[in-house]
């Protein structure tokens, strides 16, 4: 079974799927969907970037029931941009279907505005383990209409500790109910989980079945990170590259070192608010700022097609996070470029953790010392999103007719539920700039800003 079609969905379901570029299935896809719809629980073992936000939305789409007022589903998830995620391509899925309601629910953003959009109604809970317990023991949720449970990333969530926390969120869902747990690796200590919480689950491993990514590793025995950085970004000449630090500090310390040296650059850490982290990543993305520096916390959740290189500016500590950084490049069946810069104690790091690596000699890298890896683009912020019914048509209508910008020289637009943002090229952005701040969208009269 390789395509949608095979599964005989319904076709507003099949025309919606082609609409979002979905024709094709992924081996997890295809192995995982038909089980799912068989109302069997599963314990799915794939990679990421392997298409399995879909193999498990698309049959929790289908058998949502209509005009539910409770939660029909729980989805649990390590980390904030990953429950962006996940519900970004819920709600993609669910539009031939009207009035799907997706409520995120995670730290760093007001509770209170959160338990106000699960009294408008939630089909669809997406969030991270201490978060809902928060909401749990509040009252806030509630969780005994739950039909499907999912845990995704469940692997990073062990690592994390939040085992226990799982384990009283399971203990107060209803017993009849499919579960359906997703892992990149499969640690040991999941089994007390998958013991525990799942029926009879059938197990679904496709490592052999992913066509192998070609990512391209090398390793770099250097003596000054900070030069052999900036020799490497000047080799490879990267469109977006993301460099992993192991704290938070030296995320701060390298992010200014590259700022100050020429390169635009965002920072990902924990100490960000959560708006801040989603503008880091937003003008990441859409090439306003082109290197990402971060720590782990990137390393799941995130899904940036565009990565083209990936540089451990410091080892990681296991394998399993290795292999996830890494990860963020070669998605999309695309190649990638993934480095690994080490002084004596990181090659012994990462001599255990990836033995078969060897080491190479940076000196043979012939940086062009001209290159600094600069934003083509500025974002430009817009107050106004979803709940003003501003939409990305209404943006690019008002930039190309009313402010006469052309279409080439507008990037990503991405609206959401009170903000929109729009990559414009720097060479026009200023009278972008300009026509919003003085103009109207949709007859509306909104307050603008520019993102530095």
């Known amino acids: 079974m390789n395509t949608f079609k095979e599964l005989a969905l319904p076709d507003d379901v099949l025309n919606n799927l082609s609409s979002l570029g979905y024709t094709q299935m992924t081996p997890i896809q295809s192995a995982s969907i038909p089980v799912i719809l068989e109302q069997k629980d599963i314990i799915a073992k794939a990679k990421t970037g392997s298409g399995k936000t879909l193999a498990f939305a698309l049959p929790l789409i289908l058998k949502l029931k209509e005009k539910q007022h409770h939660p029909q589903a729980l989805i649990i998830v390590p980390t904030r941009e990953l429950c962006e995620q996940i519900a970004g391509q819920c709600k993609e899925i669910a539009r031939y279907k009207s009035d799907v309601k997706v409520v995120t629910l995670y730290g760093g ?32 949720i509630h969780l005994g209409e739950i039909k499907t449970l999912i845990l995704d990333e469940a692997d990073r969530m062990l690592d994390m500790g939040f085992a226990d926390d799982i384990l009283k969120i399971v203990s107060n869902l209803p017993k009849q109910r499919q579960t359906l747990l997703f892992s990149a690796t499969y640690p040991e200590n999941i089994d007390k989980l998958t013991k525990i919480i799942l029926k009879n689950p ?18 770099y025995k250097v003596d000054n990170k900070d030069k052999a950085l900036i020799t490497t970004l000047q080799h490879y000449q990267p ?30 850490n924990g100490d960000l608010e959560q708006f ?17 520096v971060a720590t782990d916390l990137a390393a799941r959740g995130l899904d940036i097609e565009a990565i083209d290189l990936v540089i451990n500016y410091d080892t990681p500590m296991k394998t399993e996070d290795y292999t996830h950084r890494i990860g963020r490049t070669g998605r999309a069946d695309k190649s990638g470029l993934a480095i690994t810069l080490c002084d004596e104690y990181g090659l012994r790091k990462l001599n255990e953790i990836q033995p078969d690596l060897k080491t190479e000699d940076i000196d043979n890298l012939r940086p062009n010392k001209n290159f600094y890896l600069q934003g083509s683009v500025a974002t430009i912020c817009i107050d106004g999103g979803k709940r003003k019914k501003v939409r990305a048509g209404d943006i690019l209508g008002t930039l190309c007719k009313d402010i006469g910008i052309e279409p080439k020289n507008i990037g990503k637009i991405n609206v959401y539920d009170k903000n929109s943002y729009v990559a414009i090229d720097k060479s026009v952005i200023q009278k972008a700039f300009n026509g919003l701040k003085d103009g109207k969208i949709k007859n509306k009269k909104l307050r603008v800003w520019w993102l530095d």
């Not at 059938?202 to 390793?219: L, P, S």
């Open 109 to 140: 953003t007001s509770l209170t505005q959160q338990v106000a959009s699960l009294e408008k109604g939630a089909d669809i809970l997406v969030g991270t383990p201490g978060r809902l317990l928060d909401h749990f023991s509040r009252e806030t």
């Open 202 to 219: 059938q197990e679904i491993k496709i490592d052999e079945a992913i066509k192998k990514i070609a990512i391209e590793e090398h390793v």
């Open 276 to 292: 801040e982290r989603q503008e880091m990543l937003l003008q990441f993305a859409n090439g306003s700022l082109p290197v990402l």
């Open 239 to 268: 469109s977006l590259a993301l460099v992993f630090c192991n704290t938070k500090i030296k995320t701060t310390e390298v992010s200014q070192m590259l700022h100050e040296k020429g390169f635009d650059v965002a920072t990902l």
